[in-house]
């Protein structure tokens, strides 16, 4: 069993960063690859950064913005979000399955709760 709690979240203007953290608790969480998810109002669930055994996968609409790293003595997980424009506004989770593929298909095993972000214009 894997526990995440994402924070971070809140109001920036267009323009701005945000970094989002994801605590990760319970199994060993260097055995998991993860994953960050967002959802806007009206819109389906969609994966931004995907982590695998051969590297990280950006989706288009972040790549070049958006970074991942991790903490691995805080069993922590952070997305570094700049240049934030309106059409980032979602709520974002972070996920983590053993299986790689989970994650690509948008079906982890484990979630967080999520935490919002609002883009001003």
């Known amino acids: 069993q894997v526990q995440l709690v994402e924070s971070g979240g809140g109001s920036v203007q267009a323009g701005g960063s945000l970094r989002l953290s994801c605590a990760v608790s319970?199994?060993?969480?260097?055995?998991?690859?993860m994953g960050w998810f967002r959802q806007a109002p009206g819109k389906e669930r969609e994966a931004v950064i995907i982590t695998g055994s051969t590297g990280t996968w950006y989706s288009d609409s972040v790549n070049g913005r958006y970074t991942v790293s991790q903490d691995s003595a805080k069993n922590m997980w952070y997305l570094q979000m700049n240049s934030l424009e309106p059409e980032d506004t979602a709520m974002y989770y972070c996920?983590?399955?053993?299986?790689?593929?989970?994650?690509?298909?948008?079906?982890?095993?484990?979630w967080g709760q999520g935490t919002q972000v609002t883009v001003s214009s």
């Open positions: 996920a983590a399955d053993d299986i790689s593929a989970n994650l690509i298909i948008g079906r982890p095993k484990y």
């Open positions: 319970g199994d060993t969480y260097n055995s998991y690859y």
